[in-house]
């Protein structure tokens, strides 16, 4: 069974670099033709598209964050590490990851989320 956990401080003051990180179980992040995605969703709003690493290992991110955001994965622990640098108080909100099926923003697994607060 597939499974996504995120996990990383629930605190990050601002200009700091937020960290999170991604352990997936249950599939290997170098099979198959999956994109590993990160989707934030901020206080009051909707979902928002941050990134994504595919199996290939090349990475994606959204324009909007491209300058501040990078997606790591480590393939010995099967787990993918996202990092937004210099962050301000509109980078709270719920953090998720989650698996889409072959990048068309088709996810049919989902970590459970987690929150992440931007505050002195």
């Known amino acids: 069974q597939v499974q996504l956990r995120e996990s990383g401080p629930g605190l990050v003051k601002p200009s700091q670099t937020l960290s999170l990180t991604c352990t997936v179980s249950?599939?290997?992040?170098?099979?198959?033709?999956?994109?590993w995605t990160w989707i934030r969703q901020p206080p009051g709003k909707g979902l928002e598209w941050i990134g994504s690493i595919p199996y290939a290992g090349n990475t994606h991110y959204s324009p909007s964050l491209e300058s501040r955001t990078s997606i790591v994965r480590d393939t010995s622990k099967n787990h993918f590490t996202l990092r937004l640098s210099s962050v301000t108080p509109e980078d709270t909100g719920i953090y998720y990851c989650?698996?889409?099926?072959?990048?068309?923003?088709?996810?049919?697994?989902w970590g459970q989320g987690t929150q992440v607060t931007v505050s002195s």
């Open positions: 249950g599939v290997s992040i170098t099979t198959g033709q999956y994109y």
């Open positions: 989650a698996r889409d099926v072959r990048g068309l923003a088709e996810y049919d697994y």
